[in-house]
């Protein structure tokens, strides 16, 4: 009886955090489902339950599939782009120089605005008439008349990923800063003293070691930036002819614009599944490679 009590305990001492995380959790996605499969009115009142007929509207709307295919390439694009860049970031912040804790404090300064304020200033920034870009590039001698940057879809769009990468750079960079200042310098000294190259050490040393934090980084961003709404909606608000929207803006638009509350707890249901599928998925992946990366290390260490 002893031995069933040991092994309770651990249980027993997470189990009214586990509780409450279910509840504030699984309350909110029950009734999403609910709302989801109701006519819904534009002022939340349930006027009676229509089974799937949300679903169906919303699988029938082209509008539903552009936003899919935009969420995808701002969700690729901007994580992407944000690994690309705040690896080399922390590497450099990492290292010993004159001035590092006054950089480290210019890397996250885009981090302490909100992304609400940060979007309106660049969307001042880039205003077709009066914008500061099209100053400086026009004084610059680069353009000979001002371009409007938000007035067409694709420029648009692209401008708002470099957006999403620029203020996504101070949380990624943090992590995998974390990551850097844990490695272990003697296998740094082994490499310099056996002739490898500063790339072959980042490869072969620092790549590896640093999988795991880089793992988090891109779990946390895709989440993250997936149902990132502030950037889009406040420099574009998903135009030109919903050109920039994404599901979250797309949803947006449906609730509190059209009032169609139904669909767009659909769509919610929706988003949610995406994010989950594809959790399990990099997850399950990412156990299956370090599964199969074992008996190789082990073999190894035997050698």
Known sequence: MSKVLQKSVPLLMILPGLVLAITII?????????????????????????????????????????????????????????????????????????????ARVIIMLPWALSLTMTAVVWRWALNGRSGLLNATLMQAGLIDQPV?????A????????????LVSIPFTTTILLGGLSSMPQ??????????????????????????????????????????????????????????TDILVTYLYKLAFRFGQLGKASAISLVMFGILLVFTVLYVVLLSRNEADAAPEKDVKDEI
Do not use: C, H
């Open 186 to 243: 003697d296998a740094y000294e082994a490499a310099v003293v056996d002739g490898a190259s500063g790339w072959s050490q980042f490869r072969y040393i620092t790549l590896p070691l640093m999988k795991p934090f880089i793992n988090i980084a891109i779990v946390l961003n895709v989440i993250y930036v997936f149902n990132s709404l502030p950037i889009i909606w406040v420099m574009t608000e998903g135009g030109p002819a919903n050109g």
């Open 148 to 152: 409007e940057w938000l007035a067409t």
């Open 26 to 102: 699984g309350y909110p996605i029950i009734d999403l489902a609910w709302t989801s499969m109701q006519e819904v009115s534009r002022f939340g009142k349930l006027s009676g339950f229509n089974g799937f007929d949300n679903f169906a509207e919303v699988f029938a709307d082209p509008l539903f599939y552009g936003s899919l295919v935009r969420t995808g390439i701002w969700t690729l694009a901007v994580v992407g782009g944000t690994l690309l860049i705040s690896m080399p970031v922390a590497i450099i912040l990492n290292d010993d120089f004159f001035g590092r804790g006054l």
């Open 154 to 165: 694709s420029t648009a769009f692209t401008v708002e990923i470099l957006v999403g990468i």
